[in-house]
């Protein structure tokens, strides 16, 4: 993988806002905060607090991972929402395309992982150190070379989709760090965020907001 960091420059599409929250469709290749070094300063943060300048980090994803995000617009929501990732009571759906025929329609992978330290920020599976990793997946479509799959964390461990579908032979299309060959030739990483729910800071009421996948 190389380290040219070239984000895309187009409009961000906000998804909601209000008094409390903002959610963002945040595009592959963006940094979700600012890396070490001034050539990484560049990040969906920044951008956010650009037009929103009260914005509060709340969760991240991957650089190269699209789709919903939520910033939190004050310290009450950003705790609220803190909570809520902490507690596991967000319910987050991502949409992926990976290699390979999956045979069975749904399944779950329960698989703990841990950093791969002399290849960090590599992550993988350590069954007497790893932390507890549990994803569970649903068949959209398949072909014979490549499967369209729901997947829903129930953890949320770092690269946890991309280990977990390797592990069970179907890496993540596009993956710089995990997929090989044929399966890492593509023009990006094919995970997106697809819907975020979460209960509103303000009242509890649940929310759901969704972005559409656009692969």
């Not at 607090?49 to 919903?68: E, I, K, N, W």
């Not at 569970?136 to 072909?143: I, T, Y």
């Not at 490549?146 to 579908?165: C, D, F, K």
Request: include cysteine; glycine fraction near 8%; charge should be positive.
């Amino acid at each position: 993988m190389t380290d040219t960091y070239d984000p895309p420059q187009d409009p961000l599409n906000f998804l909601h806002d209000d008094h409390e929250v903002v959610l963002v469709d945040k595009p592959s290749g963006l940094l979700s905060v600012p890396g070490k070094g001034p050539h990484l300063a560049d990040c969906l943060i920044a951008r956010v607090q650009s037009v929103f300048p009260t914005a509060l980090l709340v969760h991240r994803l991957d650089r190269d991972t699209s789709g919903v995000m939520i910033f939190a617009l004050t310290p009450h929501a950003q705790r609220h929402l803190g909570l809520q990732f902490e507690k596991r009571q967000t319910k987050k759906t991502y949409v992926a395309r990976v290699c390979g025929k999956m045979p069975e329609k749904t399944g779950t992978v329960d698989l703990p992982l841990i950093v791969d330290w002399p290849n960090r920020p590599k992550q993988m599976v350590d069954h007497e150190n790893g932390k507890q990793a549990v994803t569970d997946w649903r068949v959209v479509r398949s072909s014979h070379d490549e499967t369209r799959v729901r997947l829903m964390p129930r953890t949320g461990r770092s690269h946890q989709l991309r280990v977990h579908m390797l592990a069970i032979g179907h890496p993540i299309l596009g993956d710089p760090f995990y997929a090989t060959g044929a399966a890492g030739d593509h023009p990006r990483l094919m995970l997106h965020s697809e819907t975020l729910q979460f209960r509103h800071p303000d009242g509890g009421q649940g929310t759901r907001i969704t972005a559409k996948c656009p692969f």
